[in-house]
Nanobody
């Protein structure tokens, strides 16, 4: 059974940086698509960044140029480097995976398309 465990969240001031990690276990092969989502209180879960099996990436407009998604397949670990954080980045951050997917589905899919989820890690950015 695939399990995803996030870590690295915390509280920072605006302009600061955090690096989130997501360790995956139970895989028999690497997932085609991995992503980071976030959900703020009272808001829908939104996709932040996604990475396909060929290493290509996709970002939400709100985080382009500030966040970087990467993965270490040898360690089955997904990362999200977050720089120049803003108060509006405050949310619970989740990593998610789709085991088999075309790139289009990876980049355009909603949260419902991702079959595996971590428990989340809280990121709080103060002004």
């Amino acid at each position: 059974q695939v399990q995803l465990v996030e870590s690295g969240g915390g509280s920072v001031q605006a302009g600061g940086s955090l690096r989130l990690s997501c360790a995956g276990t139970g895989y028999t092969h690497s997932s085609d698509c991995m992503g980071w989502f976030r959900q703020a209180p009272g808001k829908e879960r939104e996709g932040v960044a996604r990475i396909y099996s060929d290493g290509s990436t996709s970002y939400a407009d709100s985080v382009k140029g500030r966040f970087t998604i990467s993965q270490d397949n040898a360690k089955n670990t997904l990362y999200l480097q977050m720089n120049s954080l803003k108060p509006e980045d405050t949310a619970m951050y989740y990593c998610a995976a789709i085991e088999i997917a075309w790139r289009y589905r990876c980049y355009s899919g909603s949260a419902a398309d991702f079959g595996h989820w971590g428990q989340g890690t809280q990121v709080s950015v103060s002004s």
